[in-house]
Each structure stands twice: as C-alpha cells, then as structure tokens.
C-alpha cells in the first residue's frame, strides 16, 4: 500500500492509501486475477479444458482470459463484440496480444451480442465450439466474488473508507461482503447510469455501500483532457500508472471528494488499483488520432 500527498502539495486530515493489485501478475493482473481464480478451480474439477467469454475491442478481461489459458493450459475463446474487427487485430494491441498468447476468436455484431446470455445463444455456441467452460463478460459470476473477498485482509481493518473503480460489479460486491462493520465502501462506475446498483445487490450481503455517479466522464471509455492530465500529473507525482478507463476516474473521484469535505476529518481511505493497464496503449491509439495529448 502506497501513501501518497495531496496533488496540491498542502497538509489534510485526510489519508489515502492505495493496495497496488494491478501488481499481483504482469498479465492476468488486479481484480482479474482475483475474479479468474476461483472459475479456473472449478474448470479443472469439471475437467472443462476450454475457456469461453466475451468482450470488447479493448477488454482487460479478454486479455486476462487469454493470459490463462496460455499459463494454465486452458483453450480460450473470446465472443467480441464488433464484426468489424476481425480485420484489425494486428492494429489492436489487446486483441494482438489475446491472439498471440492463444485465443480463437468469434466476432459477432453488436446486435447479436446483447443475446449472449439466452440460453439459445449458448447452445448455438457449444454446437460450434463443443464443451466448455463459460466465464461471463467482465468475468462476474458468484466464484469471481469469492476470489473478490480475498482482496481486503487483516492489515486492512485500519481503513475506514475502501473506494473501487466499478464495471461489472463482482469486485465491488466481493469488498462489501468482506469489509468491516466500521468500514464504507464507495464504487465509482465506468459506466454511465444507476443500472449497477441492481447487479450489486445480486451479490452484496451487506448495506455498506454506495456508488458515486458523477465521475464517469461521460460513460465507459468517455475521457478528456482533464481526466489524461490528472492521470500524467498522478504519475509524475506518485510514480503510480492509472488507467483512463476505471482507476484513473475513481482517484480523480477520491481527490475531488477530499476537496469538497466528503470525508471526515482524520479519515483513512483505500484505493484498490484493479490494474486494467493494458488499455492505456489502445487508448492512446484513439487519442493520437484526434491529436489529444496521450498518457504517458
């Protein structure tokens, strides 16, 4: 865990602190890591040597499933959303990389997509591809909360503030179900909209929790330049890589909130970095092009 000042170089009562998972493995790293352990058990103790899942141009799960399957033996799969792309891989850095380290591919439009989940869609896959292991977009299902609880320990019980970044949910649903009764968990969602309170409480066992709308930039993979300075000036500052995606809007979330007295005074928060920093080089890809400053 990484203390770190105030980006304005002033004394608070406030401190904040970061867990680092995005540390815990070069490919399969943060909250995937943790997601994946507990499906991977239950892949091999079905005898299931196929992994199967979806995902987007730019997927960390897609990459982390990928990573598996080559470290751990298992085929992968990846449905991606966007028929267009099956000619862009070797211009898309996560795709290349899910492809290289052994992931067959199945694009499919946006509109067959939204049927990923129906029973129909399923079976026509299993007629394609045989037997396997499904593992749901985001990689949340209730052994991904299992590996989620595991984030937070003992050492951590002096927080009395833990702030996630949110996609899916199983990570933030995993911290709740493992926090202390003094502690509050606050998600910041990628996502724009309220949709993920419903999916929390699917998993939640606990009323610890809220979610802070109002740092999602405009919606999932929405950033501008307000957001690629904050996360260069965090960098330069605390030598910690933020990703524009999730955890670079949940620490401009935390500091926003510190300015404006969210937090009592002499609070101790922890910031869970979920890792997702193989996005930075597609983004920058985007940025480039419509000549915006990059990430460094």
């Known amino acids: 865990m990484l203390k770190f000042k105030d980006k304005r170089n002033v004394s608070i009562d406030t401190q904040v602190f970061i867990k680092p998972?995005?540390?815990?493995?070069?490919?399969?790293s943060g909250?995937?890591?943790?997601?994946?352990?507990?499906?991977?058990?239950?892949?091999?103790?079905?005898?299931?040597?196929?992994?199967?899942?979806?995902?987007?141009?730019?997927?960390?799960?897609?990459?982390?499933?990928?990573?598996?399957?080559?470290?751990?033996e298992f085929k992968?799969?990846?449905?991606?959303?966007?028929?267009?792309?099956?000619?862009?891989?070797?211009?898309?850095?996560?795709?290349?990389?899910?492809?290289?380290?052994?992931?067959s591919f199945k694009f499919i439009s946006r509109e067959q997509y939204r049927n990923k989940t129906t029973d129909e869609f399923i079976s026509d896959l299993k007629n394609e591809f045989g037997d396997f292991y499904l593992i749901p977009e985001g990689g949340t299902n209730t052994l991904a909360i299992k590996g989620c609880e595991e984030i937070l320990t003992e050492a951590d019980r002096e927080y009395d503030y833990i702030c996630c970044s949110v996609g899916t949910g199983g990570t933030?649903?995993?911290?709740?179900?493992?926090?202390?009764?003094?502690?509050?968990?606050?998600?910041?969602?990628?996502l724009k909209g309220d949709f993920l309170s419903e999916e929390i409480t699917k998993f939640a066992r606990n009323k610890n929790w809220e979610l802070n709308t109002n740092y999602h930039f405009g919606g999932y993979a929405k950033i501008n330049d307000e957001l690629i300075?904050?996360?260069?000036?965090?960098?330069g500052l605390h030598s910690i890589?933020?990703?524009?995606?999730?955890t670079g809007k949940m620490m401009f979330g935390i500091y926003d909130l510190i300015d404006k007295g969210y937090f009592p005074k002499h609070s101790k928060i922890l910031a869970i970095h979920t890792g997702g920093l193989q996005g930075i080089e597609g983004m920058n890809q985007r940025l480039k092009q419509q000549n915006k400053p990059l990430i460094v």
């Open 229 to 235: 300075d904050f996360i260069n000036q965090f960098k």
């Open 172 to 190: 933030i649903s995993g911290l709740i179900n493992s926090a202390l009764p003094h502690q509050k968990i606050i998600g910041f969602p990628a």
């Open 76 to 103: 992968t799969i990846g449905i991606i959303r966007g028929e267009e792309l099956a000619s862009k891989i070797d211009s898309n850095p996560t795709l290349k990389f899910a492809q290289s380290s052994g992931m």
């Open 241 to 246: 890589p933020l990703d524009p995606i999730y």
């Open 21 to 28: 998972e995005y540390l815990n493995h070069p490919y399969i």
């Open 31 to 72: 909250n995937k890591y943790r997601k994946l352990k507990y499906n991977l058990i239950e892949a091999k103790k079905t005898e299931k040597d196929t992994l199967l899942t979806f995902g987007g141009a730019y997927s960390n799960h897609i990459a982390a499933v990928a990573a598996v399957g080559r470290e751990f």
